[in-house]
């Protein structure tokens, strides 16, 4: 079988989106104290064959391609996922009224993998 | 589009892993809504500095110079004010530690007790040399009643406070007294004797900072 070559545009490409969560929205403004929102990130993009070394793809990620461009309705494109994230603090109220600083990780998504 | 209970179901994990077991009821609901104090703010303001440049490790607490990644300023439940006691003023403080979750480590707990005269402190007070003797004390027991009470106690703290015209602090370490309060049933509070000076307006905080494990994985692996 021949591999089938799609034309894939840089914009469709797996990548970090901006994406600004705002508490708000989810209904949590009042009882978080800070920050009132922040710019979370997301991935999308599809992950073409070839790889190249800017999508940071494993290994196995880079024969999914290849086996995916051989056979496109058998085998998914590998995935556009998230492989570096970064932490935010929150200050918040808890139910005892205490007033808490939380450093929590992987909050934002910085950079986007195909895995 | 998610039904409500998917919504729930979703949110009530959120909640989970930042360590609530339900949505904290909105802060207008509360009674007094509570100060934020301005170390947790200046912490804050420069953990997002410190996230900008890169340099922070979110399982250490720059600012205590300890691991952790939860900073809780655990407000006094004490029963009362201040009351007299046989040579001044008295006073009960408990903080509650089942706020801490049992797979949390603490690493630091810091007791801060802030005393305000405002104007009820005179100019002639202020001048001279008096301060205001402050003595801690553990309960070890549950409080008994007249001589009893005095044994049932074990001293943590003894020193005389500088008056100042605002607010003046007294702080302490009690990291391996509120370890100790995390076992069921070992918790008692503390007594604070206030001596020759009368009426200040005491707050006090316990400052506890803690580290999830599950929650705080190192940087290296």
């Known amino acids: 079988r021949s591999a089938v070559h799609l034309p894939v545009s840089p914009s469709n490409v797996c990548r970090a989106r901006r994406l600004y969560i705002d508490f708000k929205d989810v209904g949590w403004q009042d009882w978080i104290i800070a920050p009132q929102g922040y710019m979370a990130n997301y991935c999308h993009g599809e992950c073409p064959f070839p790889l190249s070394e800017t999508l940071n793809g494993t290994n196995h990620a880079i024969l999914q391609t290849l086996v995916h461009s051989l056979d496109p309705q058998g085998t998914p494109q590998p995935c556009c996922v998230p492989i570096r994230l970064s932490p935010i603090s929150m200050l918040y109220y808890d139910n005892n009224d205490n007033v808490v600083l939380r450093h929590y990780q992987d909050m934002v998504v910085d950079e986007c993998g195909c895995r | 589009a998610p039904s409500p209970g998917d919504l729930n179901a979703q949110e009530r994990l959120f909640l989970s892993s930042l360590g609530l077991s339900s949505r904290p009821r909105p802060a207008d609901s509360r009674p007094q809504r509570r100060h934020v104090p301005s170390a947790l703010w200046r912490m804050f303001r ?171 994985r190192s940087r290296q692996r």
């Open chain 2, 46 to 216: 420069s953990s997002e500095h410190r996230k900008k440049a890169q340099d922070s490790d979110p399982c250490t607490v720059a600012e205590y110079g300890v691991k952790g990644n939860i900073i809780r300023y655990v407000q006094d439940q004490g029963e009362g004010g201040e009351v007299p006691s046989w040579n001044g003023l008295e006073k009960q403080l408990f903080f509650n530690m089942s706020v801490l979750q049992p797979v949390e480590q603490l690493t630091l707990a810091r007791l801060e007790v802030r005393f305000h005269w405002g104007p009820l402190l005179s100019s002639e007070l202020l001048s001279s040399d008096r301060g205001l003797s402050v003595t801690l004390y553990r309960v070890i027991r549950a409080t008994l009643k007249g001589a009893d009470r005095q044994t049932n106690r074990r001293l943590l703290l003894s020193q005389s406070v500088q008056l100042q015209p605002e607010s003046t602090a007294v702080t302490l370490d009690l990291t391996s007294v509120a370890e100790s309060w995390r076992k069921p049933g070992r918790n008692y509070g503390l007594v604070l004797e206030m001596l020759d000076l009368s009426l200040p307006l005491v707050q006090s905080s316990l400052v506890l900072v803690s580290l999830n494990p599950e929650q705080c």
